[in-house]
Each structure stands twice: as structure tokens, then as C-alpha cells.
């Protein structure tokens, strides 16, 4: 995907752009709007496209020369864009793009795989290909966008799976020193969302993950949705593939296609808030959804969204997508501002209503 240009759920036409071709350059004013599946219109000032190791190299290089730790310059690894806000017509921060491609089985065991995947792989096809190999870990996260670099930043997790489930170790590059690291699962420190990649400064650039994957399957039905959609299968004639098809199948029937409808995945984390603050809450509204969080009670942020009516209600050109309150579908914005607007009305509004600050999933790139 990536290439088509959409207006209102419609292909308009197909555009190339060269540039994205070129590796371990610095290039200027490069259009972000193919790379981004929000499809914000923006232009990175400063440009700089990862194919392979010696282009970190590279990289390190020119940011020593320009001096941009001093200048106070920020970077932005750039997988797919599809969990990235571009804050601004034109980005300030260098848009470094993670092209770094390949998948080696490195280890096994009786029990295990190990498999090395460079970060700029597609996740979702990574996923596909661990199923249909018939290794099990990675089924429930299905049909998710994003590259395979990114889905340790944030821990990407759905249907009952966080993918630090399945994370041995992570490579990355330090900006800092020019220097390769690898990290246990352990030291990333993974939560809900969340890893020490998450809010750094862009200067830990994450080349490969390795994945531990199991070598006899184990059907995670934590989630409820997935659960009774096999309730009527065989447990023999279950398969990582099967879940895998059941997944995406209830994705599609949920989220909107970014290839059609401009988005990021989910909008907002589900804020974890006291189990006193809930018990208050959950007084005048008995219907609140929420879930066990440790010591409290983390809520759904659909719900959140759904009960101050922003399901489905459009403001120039923005809305909550009507089946999943958790997601701000872009319906053909020109001016980002009214993306960050419409995002802030709904912060204001559920915490004048229910007292619970609403923290945006996606990263804002100035
Ligand atoms: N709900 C509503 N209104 C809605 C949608 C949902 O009230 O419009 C309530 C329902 O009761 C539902 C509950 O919220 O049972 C939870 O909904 P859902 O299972 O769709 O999960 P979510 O918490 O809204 C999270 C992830 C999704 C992931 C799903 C499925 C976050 C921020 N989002 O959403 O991840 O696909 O669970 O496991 O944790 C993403 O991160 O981009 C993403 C899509």
C-alpha cells in the first residue's frame, strides 16, 4: 500500500515517488503523504532513507557534521507512518525512513524458533508467514500495519497478545556513539503501549527484532470475540493460519481500511484511572466498560469517546469511525489543524465528563 492516492474511500490515482528509492541520502522536502496512512499532507525539510547497515553509518556521519545534537534537531525513525501524526505542513525534525529488509531463522530448539527480522519488514506479512510455517506466538496480532521496527516501540497488542510476548531480544543503533546494541526483552521494559524506545529522542534506531516463536501451537482465547468465534471448530483443527484468518476477519469488520479511509489504528491509549475514581464512576454509569489493571481499573477509551458522542460525528472532515469510537478517520483533511482539534475537543470533553485525562496513542512529529 502506500502509493494510492484516496479521496472519500475512492482511488484517485496512483503516484511514484523516486525518491523514496534513493538510500543514504540526505534529501530536502520530501511529500509525506504517501507515508503516512493518516494521509496528512506535510513535507520533511530533511530526509534520510535506511537500506542498509552502512547507511547508519552514514547517517551518524552527517548528524556529527551538522551538528544536530547540538541544534537540538530531532529524529524520527519512519516505518509504514501508521502510527505517526504529522503535527505541521512542513516537519522540522529529520524523517530518518527504515528500509531495512530480511528474515533469518537464527536458532531452535525442541521448543522454540528464533527468527532475526530487519526492522523495515511489513509486520503484518512477517505475521503471515510465521503461520503459514505453522509457528505460534504472533497469530492474534494479525492484519496490524506498521513495520516490524516499530511494533516494539509502542508494544503493539490486540485479541489477548502484546508482541513483547514474542520479543527475544532488539537491535538497534545508538545516533549517539555510532555504535550497535542489543537489548533483552527485559531491558525494553515493555507495558500496556510502551517500551524505553517510546518516548527517547530518536537517537536508538531499532534495526531488528528477534522473535521467539513456539514450535507447538497454543490457541491464546484470552479475548473473549475470538474465543467464541471458534466455539464451534474442533480444538485439533485449530491452526495459528485459522486464527490468523479469524483475526483479520474481525479486524476488517471493525476498523476502517487505511488504504480507503485515512488512519492511525487507535487514537488514544485506554487510560488506567483508581479503583475509587471507578467505583465512583461506575455509581452513575453501570455500563462502563473497563478491565482489572493490577491495583486499578484500566477503561476503555471507545466507551469514553462513545458515551461524549463523538462516535461517527464528523467535523470538517474528521470523525470517530462509526464501528470503533477509537479511531479518527482523516475523510480528506487539507489543514492537520483540524486532525489535533478535533483530537483536543474530545481530551477536553472527556475530562470535563468524566474526570480521566485521554493520552494520544500515535506519535505527533513537529
Ligand atoms: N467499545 C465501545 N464503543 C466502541 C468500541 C468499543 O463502547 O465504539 C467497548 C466495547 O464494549 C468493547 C470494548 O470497548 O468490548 C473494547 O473494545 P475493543 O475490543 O475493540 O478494544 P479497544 O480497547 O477499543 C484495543 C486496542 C486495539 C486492538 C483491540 C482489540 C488500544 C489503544 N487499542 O482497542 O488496538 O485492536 O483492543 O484487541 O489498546 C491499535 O492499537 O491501533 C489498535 C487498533
Redesign the pocket.
Known amino acids: 500500500m502506500g502509493n494510492e492516492i484516496f479521496k472519500n474511500g475512492r482511488i484517485l490515482r496512483k503516484r511514484r515517488n523516486a525518491d523514496l528509492e534513493k538510500n543514504g541520502m540526505l534529501r530536502h522536502d520530501v511529500d509525506l503523504y504517501m507515508l503516512n496512512t493518516l494521509k496528512i499532507k506535510a513535507k520533511a525539510k530533511d530526509f534520510f532513507t535506511i537500506g542498509s547497515e552502512a547507511d547508519l553509518l552514514s547517517l551518524y556521519n552527517l548528524c556529527k557534521r551538522e551538528n544536530f545534537n547540538k541544534q537540538g534537531k530531532k529524529i524520527f525513525a519512519l516505518g509504514e507512518g501508521s ?1 505517526t501524526v504529522f503535527a505541521g505542513r512542513e516537519v522540522d525534525a529529520l524523517i530518518v525512513k527504515i528500509n531495512l529488509k530480511g528474515r533469518y531463522l537464527v536458532n531452535h530448539d525442541n521448543e522454540y524458533v528464533w527468527v532475526d527480522v530487519a526492522a523495515g519488514e511489513l509486520f503484518r506479512d512477517f505475521v503471515l508467514w510465521t503461520c503459514e510455517n505453522g509457528f505460534s506466538g504472533l497469530e492474534n496480532l494479525a492484519a ?1 500495519y506498521g513495520t516490524v521496527g516499530a511494533a516494539p516501540v509502542q508494544n ?5 497478545c502484546e508482541v513483547r510476548d514474542c520479543i527475544d531480544s532488539v537491535r538497534y543503533f545508538d545516533l549517539n556513539d555510532g555504535q550497535f546494541y542489543t537489548v533483552s526483552a527485559e531491558e525494553c521494559k515493555f507495558a ?2 510502551y517500551s524505553v524506545f517510546k518516548y527517547q529522542d530518536g537517537s536508538k534506531i531499532i534495526t531488528n527484532v528477534i522473535f521467539k516463536l513456539k514450535k507447538n501451537f497454543v490457541f491464546n482465547d484470552s ?1 473473549e ?1 475470538l474465543a467464541k468465534s471458534f466455539a464451534n471448530v474442533k480444538k485439533t483443527d485449530i491452526t495459528p493460519l485459522l486464527v490468523a484468518k479469524k483475526v483479520t476477519e474481525i ?1 476488517n469488520g ?2 476502517p481500511d487505511p488504504r480507503k479511509f485515512g488512519n ?3 487514537f ?3 487510560p488506567v484511572i483508581s479503583k475509587e475514581h471507578y467505583n465512583n464512576l461506575k455509581a452513575i454509569y453501570d455500563d462502563m ?1 473497563a478491565f482489572e489493571d493490577g491495583d486499578n481499573m484500566k477503561i ?4 469514553l ?2 458515551r461524549c458522542g463523538f ?1 461517527g460525528k464528523k467535523i470538517n472532515n474528521v470523525g470517530m469511525y462509526p ?5 479518527l478517520v482523516n475523510y480528506g483533511v487539507e489543514n492537520i489543524g483540524y486532525i489535533i482539534s478535533y483530537a483536543e475537543e474530545i481530551i477536553k470533553t472527556v475530562k470535563l465528563k468524566f474526570d480521566i485525562d485521554l493520552v494520544p ?1 500515535p506519535h505527533y512529529v513537529y
Do not use: P
Not at 156 to 160: K, S
Not at 323 to 327: R, V
Open positions: 502510527n496490524i503493539i497488542g490486540a485479541y489477548g500496556y503501549r479475548y470475540a479486524r471493525k476498523l492511525c489504528g487507535s488514544f491509549k485506554n466498560v476503555s477509551a471507545a466507551w469517546i462513545e462516535k464501528k470503533q469510537a477509537l479511531i496513542e
